[in-house]
């Protein structure tokens, strides 16, 4: 039921015939790559716990016994992408988007929207008045995930960053911690595409 719900927020952006790009910038912000902000290590102003709807229960325990792997997350410059932030947190950090699309919502209530940056794209879902991070998409190979891997990088260089844990169907391997999880699209056995996601539960 989870798949397929992504599925359908995914499918929504992405088959309409236009989309509308919602940005009033003029051209010079095309060539202009994300400035990230230096931050504490807290992402500014970034508590998610209080903002973001499902945050507050993951990898928020004291517990011993709880894995306290670090969820997976995006490293752009001093900033990171938090899965499940809500979307004004990175906005702010990363800069003006060049680009922003929108679409109804296939399966919440109100818009599901694309913010595009030079190296990808940031995929939200709406909640209320509010915009939260479910998909990163990496758009080139000009960026890294945390752990090091790019589009180019090989299939055995994708298995020693993340190791043998993983989920695969058809070319597709996924590595899941909690609620997060990062896919790797692999053909003759190169990575071609990079995704990072958020597991939301309603």
């Not at 992402?43 to 894995?67: A, E, K, L």
């Not at 109100?110 to 998909?135: A, E, K, M, S």
């Not at 752990?147 to 055995?156: A, D, F, K, Q, V």
Request: one cysteine or more; hydrophobic letters at 40%; charged letters at 20%.
């Amino acid at each position: 039921m989870e798949i397929m719900k992504r599925f359908l927020i995914l499918s929504c952006i992405l088959i309409l015939p236009v989309l509308v790009a919602c940005n009033d910038s003029d051209d010079s912000t095309s060539d202009v790559s994300p400035t990230p902000v230096v931050t504490d290590g807290t992402n500014g102003n970034n508590d998610s716990n209080t903002d973001n709807p499902n945050n507050g229960d993951i990898n928020n325990t004291d517990d011993p016994n709880v894995d306290d792997t670090p969820l997976f997350s995006l490293a752009v410059g001093d900033f990171v992408i938090e899965m499940n932030m809500n979307v004004e947190y990175a906005l702010a950090a990363l800069g003006e988007p060049l680009g922003v699309f929108e679409a109804p919502s296939c399966a919440f209530d109100g818009v599901d929207r694309i913010f595009q940056y030079q190296n990808f794209q940031l995929l939200t879902y709406p909640v209320g008045d509010d915009d939260f991070i479910h998909t990163i998409s990496f758009r080139n190979d000009l960026i890294r995930t945390t752990e090091g891997i790019r589009i180019g990088n090989s299939l055995n260089d994708m298995l020693e960053a993340y190791g043998d844990d993983y989920e695969y169907d058809l070319s597709l391997y996924r590595f899941v911690r909690e609620r997060t999880f990062i896919e790797f699209l692999i053909e003759n056995d190169i990575v071609v595409q990079i995704i990072y996601g958020y597991t939301i539960n309603n």
